[in-house]
């Protein structure tokens, strides 16, 4: 597997990101919502459910879902799909949904849809993408905002294709989805990637046209863009002028849109954190988070950690797995730390999907400082934390099947893919760790001339110890090699990587709650 991997390793490429995205594909995180609510035979079954009595919610909605209704067929898949009051059944919740949307029940059909476009099966991929075609003639502002993301994602075509992600974001946003305006104004600001299709002009067209409906978000993005984007675009009066709109509409992120511009272009810290602190009063958690730093660090302000621990913490009671991540971080780094306490914030903040606090607790695990190890614990954490593509986590489970510690035995071929795929995110120490084993020729036939490469490449991200390996193989090439080796340094820099897989360890449990 190793060896076949190797000849798409190492793809400098961005891959898609969808920060805050309007919908989530299945792979990214739950996308599933509760059933809306019905004034027809199902009411009384959809308002159990929504109660949080799915048991009777089922029972009641079983019937009526064999007399037709298209309502309780809905509901039945809801609960099949999300295991609320049913047994989890990828089947029977398609069996559900296909039924009420065969009724044209919108809601089954979207969830249909996302069942389906994460299907290894290109034909239900397909079929997906037949249906959403079908709603988008009659609701193209939900259907062609689904469509422009699977494509841009690449669930419809083998690559992602952002010619049509576009094209059908702008049907839904000529058919007034706000959502689908601000996610092509992303688009063009170059969030998703492909750089060369960036247009800030046209960024800033789609949020204009969002904020216009009275969109606050789209409000504070707009305003964040005039004070803090592309210096040929910039404007103090609109940027301020659409921030006060969106705070009056209660979008309290526009308090960090100003905090920002005074912090990193007016360089006014005291004018940031008197922003900051409006905006934590209003209970927005990354003001939360600025103002606690100001004053863990003393900037534009007398440094006072205990006043910034205790809005930390505060954040940390809302839930935010940041905060919980930077409270264990403070407490963790004392001279006598109190290992527990640090613990506790830590768990807190992996079990709330941050893969830094997943890849932190599983070492914490390994190491065996709160008093015994636990591989099987410190192993599950650190794989999810790279299956969630954390480079670091990648790295540090890589070293782990390299040396068959922590409760594994030593598999390069594991080590490998590990090691690539955080050298395809540039990771340095990944990238010299993968030249190594090439070179050496463990677990795969000796390869100095891509050895070379990825050494040399491992030079360029910063790895000291890379330059000296280069010098050495290349030390024993002849002409011919030497062209042959920059050949493939090109190639791996314009390559894209292929698909791959974290490997689960057979010691990992499941994680610690």
Known sequence: MFSRLLTHVLCLAASVTFVNAAVSL???????????????????AL???????????????????EKGSAEAQYLLGFAHETGQGAEVSREKALEFYRKAAASKHRDAIYRLSFILLASDKESE?????????????????????????????????P??????????WKRAADAGDVLSMSLIGRFYEGQFGFAELRDVKASLEYYTKAAGLGNPAAMAALGSRYLSGDEKFRDEAKGREWLKKAIDGKEFSAYLALGDYEENIKKNLKEALAQYERGKDAGQIDCMLRSADFYIQGKGVAK?????ITILRKAAEAGNPVANLRLAALILSQEKPEILAGYGFLLASANGNLPEAQNELGLLYLSGKMGVADPSAGLAWLTRAAQSGFAQAQFNLAVLYDRGAGGVARNIDNAGQLYMMAANQGHGPATLALARLLNDGVGIKADPIKAWAIATLAAERGEKEASKLAADIAEKFD??????????????????PAPAKVPEPKSAVAPKK
């Open 26 to 44: 299945p792979g990214e995180q739950s996308i599933a919502s509760l059933p809306t609510g019905a004034d027809g035979p199902a009411k009384e």
């Open 125 to 157: 991929r397909e079929q997906a993408r037949t249906q959403l075609e079908e709603a988008a003639k009659s609701d193209p502002a939900i259907a062609a905002r689904i469509l422009g993301e699977a494509y841009l994602r690449g669930r419809l075509t």
């Open 479 to 496: 002409s011919k090699q030497r062209e042959e080796a920059n050949k493939e340094l090109q190639s791996i820099k314009s390559n894209k």
């Open 304 to 308: 006072d950690v205990d006043r910034g």
């Open 159 to 168: 690559t992602p294709d952002p010619d049509k992600a576009i094209f059908w």
């Open 47 to 65: 308002e159990a459910f929504t109660t949080g009595r799915h048991f009777k919610a089922v029972e009641l909605a079983k019937p009526l879902a």
